[in-house]
């Protein structure tokens, strides 16, 4: 995904103004507090927050009175029916609400997140009079105040890592001064444990070689779509498997009592809770897989697309439907990886899959999709689109009226440029041209592009700019941003890497590429860079970017590209080319590390790169 400048305006009337919500100063979480409980060996996932919708009574909260936690009027539930309402008096006034969690010993991943929505009767721009503490423990997670107020619920997510083995107070207090009423509202509170620090005995990514076969049906307009899907995967670890998890992504653009993707009637094991926000389901096997066994699980799913220019989101006739399709989370050396769904980025890890995929939709609607498409009469005025895709980590298409016009590469790569109303025909066709340019360009320096067509949609009213899926990209009108989500094509789709907790390895490389496709050699790049604390560091994890959303572009994709053309003065422009290539072929359909990149880098030289890694704040 490529961020772009008005990205914070436009996600603000989407309803996600937490990416540029301005806090008052924040008291780091990040570091361990004296105390802290050594890491167990082992993690199971969970959700530790007991009670965080508010909808089974006050239990086990402690509210500083019985209105704090309500459904009465003037204020509505983010989900369900009650909430928590500190505040709103306009006179002095104080409202506490705490709850003791224990996070688990041996959880690499502790994330607490909350919706919250602020309204305010003062006016002032400039003096925080009335103010909302979070903490954690004795640490301060963050200050909110009347000058946060936002139409509509905000979700803020908190990396509470370091807590893992203790059992410490959630707690929110808020003030009032002694006049003019600010409103602090909760709502969905949890706190999501994930990962271990202790590998199981054998630390292979699994399940691995995973198939997914899916037939799904639409409605008139594209924007729901109901049918079955099946996945099959064989257990690549010595550990036996006892369960998988299938990540429900695009739950997080709903709710958990109004879920945008429901699975239900599960065959080949059995559906456990949901969690991480209801975006990972828990699918108990009925006998533990073998290493080198294989098994099927089918469920019926339904796919409810939400208003919105995004990417799972429909725009008038227009329906994008990225990370709809259920898929395996990965098991390694950490435990399950059930990371929380970033908007900020992208939390999508998974491995290298085929996919069949069939689409029943109505014959006036163009289905462009990850893979190679065929269209075949239907029912009366429907098409049947079926798509196959090798070797892809993820699956997304789209649906509606588009005008779609296709050319070739000069190397021969199939592109179709698929348009909403309003882009105009000379836009698409500046796009087609830099679709041919840049797949070939990528291609030319990394290896040939394998995914056969390759699909844009153009729309220039995504709020994120582009997005990138195998095969399959999002974008606005811009050469910039188009040969960026085509490089992602390479780095994230054929190159694989833990988007979650290694961003820098998909962002700033498909940046470094982009500058080369497009003559830039990134001079004086890195003389400009001034770093906000000492915590900040290009490899850091979306758990500490969701927390400094303002930081994320400029240090991720930025200083990351920037540090790669450092790289590349200190190699040669003839080694550097030769390294990534060479670094995309080794992990053609596999996954890379911040360390394998940077032992392959320093086999490349007989330079010592350690200060240059420390230089550039590479850790790993």
């Not at 670890?237 to 998988?244: D, K, Y």
């Not at 739950?251 to 429901?262: E, F, K, V």
């Amino acid at each position: 995904m490529r961020p772009t400048p008005h990205k914070a305006l436009a996600a603000s009337a989407l309803g996600i103004a937490a990416l540029a919500a301005a806090l008052l100063p924040v008291t780091p979480a990040a570091a361990a507090p004296p105390n802290a409980a050594p890491l167990a060996a082992a993690c199971t996932p969970a959700q530790v927050v007991t009670n965080g919708g508010f909808e089974s009574g006050t239990s086990p909260w402690t509210q500083s009175s019985s209105t704090v936690i309500t459904s009465r009027s003037g204020q509505s539930a983010h989900g369900g029916t009650s909430f928590a309402w500190l505040n709103g008096v306009g006179s002095t006034h104080t409202d506490t609400l705490s709850q003791s969690v224990t996070i688990p010993s041996g959880c690499s991943s502790a994330t607490l997140t909350f919706w919250l929505h602020i309204d305010t009767a003062e006016t002032t721009s400039s003096t925080a009079y009335d103010k909302l503490t979070a903490k954690i423990g004795s640490t301060t997670l963050a200050t909110y105040s009347n000058l946060n107020k936002a139409t509509g619920y905000v979700q803020k997510s908190f990396d509470v890592s370091a807590f893992a083995g203790q059992t410490v107070s959630l707690a929110f207090t808020g003030t009032e001064d002694s006049s003019l009423q600010t409103s602090f509202v909760l709502d969905d509170i949890a706190l999501d444990t994930s990962g271990g620090t202790t590998p199981p005995a054998d630390s292979t990514r699994t399940p691995a070689a995973p198939s997914y076969t899916v037939s799904l049906s639409s409605n008139s307009s594209g924007t729901g779509w109901t049918g079955h899907e099946s996945a099959t995967f064989t257990n690549a670890s010595s550990t036996a498997l006892s369960e998988v998890y299938l990540r429900l992504w695009d739950n997080y653009h709903g709710t958990c009592s109004a879920m945008p993707i429901t699975v239900s009637n599960v065959t080949g094991g059995t559906a456990g809770a949901l969690s991480v926000g209801c975006t990972a389901l828990q699918i108990a096997l009925p006998t533990p897989l073998a290493q080198g066994q294989s098994t099927t699980i089918g469920f019926d799913l339904g796919i409810t697309v939400p208003s919105g220019a995004d990417r799972f989101g429909y725009d008038g006739a227009f329906s994008m439907i990225g990370n709809a399709l259920p898929v395996l989370a990965i098991k390694d050396g950490s435990g399950w990886h059930l990371d929380p769904y970033t908007n900020n980025g992208e939390s999508f890890y998974s491995l290298a899959a085929d996919f069949k995929v069939t689409l029943d939709h109505p014959t006036t609607l163009l289905v462009p999709a990850t893979g190679t498409s065929v269209d075949t009469p239907g029912s009366s005025g429907r098409t049947v689109t079926t798509a196959t895709a090798s070797k892809v980590r993820d699956f997304a298409w789209a649906a509606g009226p588009f005008t779609k016009i296709s050319g070739t590469s000069t190397a021969g790569t199939p592109i179709n440029i698929y348009s909403v109303s309003g882009i105009s025909s000379s836009s698409a066709q500046s796009m087609l041209t830099t679709a041919k340019t840049a797949v070939d360009a990528h291609a030319g320096r990394f290896g040939a592009y394998p995914y056969g067509e390759l699909d844009a949609v153009i729309d220039n009213n995504f709020w994120f700019g582009g997005m990138e899926y195998p095969g399959f990209v999002l974008d606005l009108v811009s050469t910039t941003a188009l040969t960026h989500e085509i490089g992602h094509q390479w780095f994230y789709g054929i190159v694989g890497d833990d988007e979650y907790n290694s961003p820098w390895l998909d962002e700033a490389f498909t940046d470094y590429a982009t500058d080369l496709a497009l003559g830039s050699t990134g001079t004086n790049c890195w003389n400009s860079v001034s770093w906000a604390s000492t915590a900040e560091k290009i490899t850091n994890s979306m758990a500490y970017w969701d927390a400094h959303s303002s930081r994320y572009s400029t240090v991720v994709y930025g200083y990351g590209k920037c540090a790669l053309h450092d790289l590349r003065r200190v190699l040669g422009d003839t080694t550097m080319a030769k390294l990534l290539k060479d670094y995309a072929t080794s992990h053609w359909y596999g996954v890379s590390t911040t360390a394998e990149f940077k032992a392959a880098a320093q086999a490349a030289t007989t330079t010592d790169l350690t200060s240059f890694w420390t230089q550039h704040r590479i850790d790993g």
